[in-house]
C-alpha cells in the first residue's frame, strides 16, 4: 500500500531521464487504479515466491516428461506480511516474467493454475496487471536506493536488467489487454462487452446501410482463398508486389464473373512480410498472420460509405510499407447500454482525409471517402479493409487489422466478425481447409494405425518454400531434417517441368518418348562406367526390391549379407533385410536366408574410430560370415548398405569398410549393392554418391527420396551384364516408373543441383556446421558425438560420457524444444537417441547461424542441463 509513495520520493535517484519517465507514467496508471486496488480482499501472503524460495524435484528423465520438475516446499518466510491477498500471485509473476522473451503466455499459466485452486474474481482480475507493474517498480526503486548506499556493488545494476526490460515491455501493453489474457487464462470471455456489441448488430441489420452504396448480397462476389496454403500463390512473397498481386485476383474474379472480391475474416495469412508484422528478434518467431477484418477489393476510387451514425474518432495516413495507408475509425454505441464500438476503413486515398475532422459526427449512409491505389494505400490492390473493434484498448489513430496466431482469441474477442455489418451470405464465406483437429480426427478414424506422426503435438503442414515450412497458422518453420525436397521444397522450377510436362503426356514405358531416354542418359553420366543401364521405379523402396531381384538373377545365390540396424524399405522383401524393423517393435526376427554384421560405428562400435585398422576389422565380420554361408553349401546373392547409414545414426563408416567388405562379397560370389535412397545427389557434399567417399564401385546403385525432390520416382542403375542376366524371358513392367512427368522431374532436379551449385553448398555449409557443433559438444557434456558428412550430420546424446549409454529422453525432448522455437529435426538410430540433421541442400550459411544460435539456447537452458555449460 506503500508502494506508490516510496516510488514516487525515490525517483531523483533515477539519473535515467527515459526511466524515471516511464516511472512516472506507471505511477499515473497505478494512482488511477488505486480505488479499484485498495478494496481488493486481504489476508497472509508470503510475498517473495521467486525462484531461489522454491524446494523443486530432481527433473524426470522419462520421454513424455523429461526435465519436469514439481515444486517440493517453500522457504524464506521473512517477508511474510497480511496485505492484499492478490499480491502473493503478483510477485510470482513478476518474477516469473523476468527474461521470458514472451512474458504474458508464462504468466497466463500461472494465472491458469491459480484460478483452479483459489477462484480469481473479476476486480483481481482487472487489478492483478498494475500489481505486477507496482512490484516491478518497488524492485527497481530498492535497488536505486541500495545503489546509493553501495555504489561499487555491480550485482545490483545487473540484477534491475531484467525488471527494467520487463516494465518496459508491460508500459507498451494495454492494461485491457493484458486482463483479457488473464480472463481468457481463467477460461473466460477475453473482452467481456463484445457480446452485447455483437447482439446490438444483429438487431439492426435491416437498418445498415451498405458500405459501397449497394448491398453485398445482391453483387456477383468472389470470395478469395488468401489463406497460407492457397493455390492462388506458388511460393510466399508473391503479393509483396502490388501490381502482381493485383492481376492475381483480377483474373480470378473475371473467371467467376465477379465485380467485387471478398477477403475472409479470422484467415491465416503469409501477405504480411513488413517488420512491422514481427513478433520476435529473428525470421522464425511468431509473426501476427490471422486477418480481424475484412477485405472488399473494387477499383480505385470507389465510394465507401458509413454503415451507421457514428463520430469521427481518427483520420490519419498510416504510410508505413504495408499499412494501411490513409485510415479512417469511427466511434459508435449501441442503442441498449450505449457501450461504445468502432469501425475502421484501412487503404483508402489521402483526398478521403480532407474533410474528416475528429469529434465530427457521420450520419449512415454519408459518403466518407474513397478506395486508394496502390501508390498511397500502403502497396496493396485497391481494397478496403474492414474492421470491428469493442475496445481501442491503447490504440489512437490506428488499430492492428492482424494478430499472433497464439493470441488468436482474444483478439477476436476484442474484434468480432465485421460481416456483422458487411453482411456478406455466411455460406460463401466458409474456410476451405479443416481444422487442425477436425484433420487429426479423421485421421485416425480413415488412416491405418501405424502411420505415425511427428511430435507430441503435430503440426499440420500446409505450405512449402525452399528450406522452410509453413503451417495452417502462418508459422514458419526451418526445415533440417527432411531429405526428399532436395533442391527446396517446391522449388518453382520443379514445379514447372512437371505441370509442363503433365499438360502434354503422361503414360508407360511401352511407347517410345524421348523424356526417359534423354533421362536415363542424363542419370547414368553422374555414374561411373560401367554402371550404365536404367531400371526405373517409383520410390526408393521399389528401387531397393528390384535390387535384389537382379542379384539373384546375376548370381543365383539366396543369402543377404546387411548391416545390424539398417533400414532398406518397407516392402516385405526388404524389411526381411532390414533388421531395424525386424528387430524393433512388432518385428518377427531375422530370416534365415538376412545375415548381420556389426554396424561399423566409430563411437559406440566394437572398433572404435575412423581408420582403416578399424574398418577393416568390421569387414572381416562380413568375411566370417560369407565363409560360413558356403560352408553351409549356400550363396551370397548380396551385401547391400546405405554408403552412409541413415536410421544406424547417421554414420560415417571408418575408412576402408566398404573397399574391404566389397571385396569379400565379391570373393563369396555377390554383387555390391549401394543404397543410396537418403545421401545421393551431392548430399554429402564432397562428393555427389555417398559411396564415392569410400572410393568403391558397386555393381548396382539404388535411388530414391531426393531423385524428384518429392514427385514419386526412383531409379535402380547397374552394369549391363547383369541388366542382362534379368532379361531372362519375363517381362519387368512398372505401370507408373519412368513416366515422362516423374522423368521431367527428376531432370529439373539434376538441372538444379548443377545450376544451384547445390553440392558445393551441401560441403561448405556442412563443414561449417560441423566445426561449430564440435566447439558446442566440448561446452556440453551431453552431446558425446558430432558426425556427418555435408548436409547429413548426427548429433549423439547420451547419460554417461564414459560409459556411452543412449539418451533417448533428451535427444527427443530437444526435438521438441527446438521444434518450438521454429526448427524441424527428428531423432534417429537404434536407440533413439541421435538427432539427425538433413535438411534440403539449399540451407544456406545464415540458416546454419541461425541454427546454432537457437540450438545453443536450447542447450544452456536448464531443464536440459541442469549443470549449465
Not at 718 to 742: C, D, H, K, L
Amino acid at each position: 500500500e506503500n508502494g506508490p509513495g516510496l516510488i514516487r520520493s525515490a525517483l531523483n535517484l533515477f539519473d535515467d531521464e527515459e526511466d524515471r519517465a516511464l516511472l512516472m507514467r506507471l505511477l499515473e496508471r497505478i494512482e488511477s487504479e488505486k480505488d479499484r486496488i485498495f478494496n481488493l480482499p486481504k489476508g497472509l501472503i508470503h510475498n517473495d515466491g521467486n525462484d531461489y524460495n522454491l524446494i523443486v524435484s530432481l527433473p524426470e528423465k522419462t520421454d513424455l516428461t523429461f526435465g519436469k520438475r514439481n515444486i517440493a516446499g517453500i522457504i524464506d518466510f521473512g517477508d511474510l506480511v497480511h496485505t492484499w491477498r492478490l499480491n502473493e500471485l503478483a510477485v510470482v509473476l513478476a518474477y516469473a516474467m523476468l527474461d521470458k522473451k514472451n512474458p504474458l503466455p508464462a504468466a497466463a499459466k500461472i494465472v491458469e493454475g491459480y484460478h483452479s485452486v483459489r477462484p480469481l474474481d473479476e476486480s483481481e482480475l482487472e487489478a492483478l496487471y498494475y500489481l505486477v507493474i507496482l512490484r516491478l517498480m518497488m524492485s527497481v526503486t530498492i535497488s536505486a536506493v541500495q545503489k546509493k548506499m553501495r555504489p561499487d556493488d555491480d550485482y545490483l545494476t545487473i540484477s534491475e536488467k531484467g525488471a527494467w526490460a520487463l516494465l518496459n515491455k508491460l508500459s507498451d501493453c494495454s492494461p485491457r489487454f493484458v486482463q483479457a489474457v488473464f480472463r481468457r487464462a481463467c477460461g473466460q470471455t477475453p473482452c467481456p462487452h463484445t457480446k452485447e456489441v455483437c447482439a446490438h448488430l444483429r438487431s439492426i441489420q435491416k437498418d445498415i446501410f451498405p458500405v459501397l452504396g449497394r448491398p453485398l448480397n445482391e453483387m456477383p462476389l468472389c470470395v478469395f482463398d488468401l489463406s497460407v496454403g492457397s493455390p492462388l500463390f506458388s511460393r510466399p512473397g508473391q503479393t509483396d508486389d502490388p501490381d502482381l498481386f493485383g492481376r492475381i485476383l483480377k483474373l480470378q474474379m473475371e473467371e467467376s464473373g465477379a465485380c467485387i472480391g471478398i477477403g475472409r475474416y479470422n484467415e491465416a495469412r503469409l501477405m504480411y512480410t513488413s517488420p512491422v508484422f514481427s513478433t520476435g528478434d529473428n525470421e522464425l518467431d511468431e509473426s501476427r498472420t490471422i486477418h480481424l477484418g475484412m477485405d472488399v477489393f473494387k477499383e480505385a476510387g470507389t465510394a465507401v460509405y458509413a454503415p451507421l451514425d457514428g463520430t469521427v474518432l481518427s483520420a490519419a495516413d498510416l504510410d508505413r510499407p504495408l499499412d494501411y495507408g490513409p485510415t479512417l475509425i469511427l466511434r459508435h454505441v449501441t442503442s441498449r447500454g450505449k457501450t461504445p464500438f468502432f469501425t475502421l476503413y484501412g487503404h483508402l486515398n489521402r483526398g478521403s482525409l480532407d474533410h474528416l475532422e475528429p469529434g465530427a459526427p457521420v450520419k449512415k449512409g454519408e459518403k466518407i471517402a474513397e478506395l486508394g491505389d496502390s501508390t498511397e494505400n500502403g502497396g496493396w490492390p485497391p481494397h478496403l479493409h474492414f474492421q470491428v473493434m469493442t475496445d481501442m484498448l491503447h490504440f489512437r489513430e490506428d488499430f492492428q487489422g492482424v494478430a499472433p496466431a497464439s493470441e488468436r482469441d482474444i483478439w477476436l474477442s476484442f474484434c468480432p466478425d465485421p460481416n456483422l455489418i458487411l453482411l456478406v451470405p455466411e455460406d460463401r464465406l466458409k474456410p476451405v481447409e479443416l481444422e487442425r483437429e477436425e484433420v487429426l480426427r479423421r485421421r485416425k478414424s480413415r488412416l491405418g494405425p501405424s502411420l505415425s506422426l511427428s511430435y507430441r503435438s503435430p503440426l499440420k503442414m500446409v505450405r512449402g518454400f525452399m528450406q522452410y515450412m509453413y503451417t495452417e497458422t502462418g508459422r514458419r518453420y526451418l526445415d533440417a531434417v527432411n531429405n526428399v525436397p532436395q533442391v527446396g521444397h517446391s522449388h518453382p522450377r520443379v514445379a514447372a517441368a512437371v505441370q509442363k510436362q503433365q499438360a502434354v503426356l503422361n503414360t508407360n514405358t511401352r511407347y517410345l518418348h524421348d523424356r526417359i531416354v534423354e533421362y536415363a542418359e542424363r542419370l547414368t553420366q553422374m555414374l561411373p562406367e560401367p554402371l550404365s543401364v536404367c531400371f526405373f521405379v517409383n520410390s526408393g523402396s521399389e528401387a531397393n526390391d528390384l535390387a535384389l531381384r537382379l542379384a539373384e538373377s546375376a548370381t543365383g545365390g539366396t543369402e543377404t549379407i546387411v548391416l545390424d540396424a539398417a533400414y532398406h524399405g518397407n516392402l516385405s522383401s526388404l524389411v526381411a533385410i532390414s533388421p531395424y524393423k525386424f528387430n524393433g517393435p512388432g518385428g518377427k526376427g531375422k530370416p534365415s536366408s538376412t545375415h548381420i554384421i556389426p554396424m561399423p560405428d566409430p563411437y559406440r562400435g566394437e572398433y572404435k574410430g575412423y581408420g582403416a585398422a578399424s574398418g577393416r576389422r568390421y569387414a572381416d565380420h562380413l568375411r566370417a560370415v560369407a565363409e560360413n554361408i558356403g560352408a553351409t553349401g549356400k550363396k551370397v546373392k548380396a551385401f547391400i548398405a546405405e554408403s552412409l547409414m541413415g536410421c544406424g545414426g547417421q554414420i560415417v563408416f571408418p575408412s576402408s569398410f566398404l573397399d574391404e567388405a566389397y571385396k569379400w562379397v565379391r570373393k563369396a560370389g555377390g554383387v555390391c549393392i549401394a543404397d543410396e535412397v537418403q545421401i545421393g545427389f551431392g548430399r554429402v557434399g564432397t562428393h555427389f554418391w555417398g559411396f564415392e567417399t569410400q572410393n568403391v564401385m558397386p555393381d548396382i546403385v539404388t535411388l530414391g527420396k531426393p531423385i524428384g525432390n518429392g514427385f514419386p520416382l526412383g531409379a535402380v542403375i547397374t552394369t549391363r551384364a547383369i541388366a542382362e542376366t534379368f532379361a531372362g524371358g519375363m517381362e519387368y513392367f512398372n505401370t507408373f516408373g519412368g513416366n515422362p512427368v516423374s522423368c521431367a522431374a527428376g531432370m529439373a532436379v539434376l538441372d538444379i543441383l548443377r545450376d544451384e551449385q547445390l553440392q558445393d553448398n551441401a560441403h561448405r555449409v556442412g563443414e561449417f556446421l560441423i566445426k561449430e557443433l564440435k566447439v558446442i559438444q566440448q561446452e556440453c557434456l551431453f552431446l558425446a558425438d558430432v558426425r556427418g558428412m555435408g548436409l547429413f550430420l548426427g548429433l549423439e546424446f547420451v547419460t554417461d560420457p564414459e560409459k556411452r549409454i543412449p539418451d533417448a529422453a533428451r535427444a527427443g525432448y530437444l526435438v521438441e524444444r527446438m521444434k518450438e522455437e521454429g526448427i524441424l529435426l527428428s531423432t534417429d538410430g537404434p536407440d533413439h537417441n541421435v538427432v539427425k540433421f538433413k535438411p534440403p541442400l539449399v540451407f544456406s550459411k545464415e540458416n546454419a547461424d541461425l541454427f546454432l544460435n537457437i540450438l545453443t539456447a536450447v542447450l544452456k537452458e536448464e531443464v536440459f542441463d541442469p549443470d549449465g555449460f
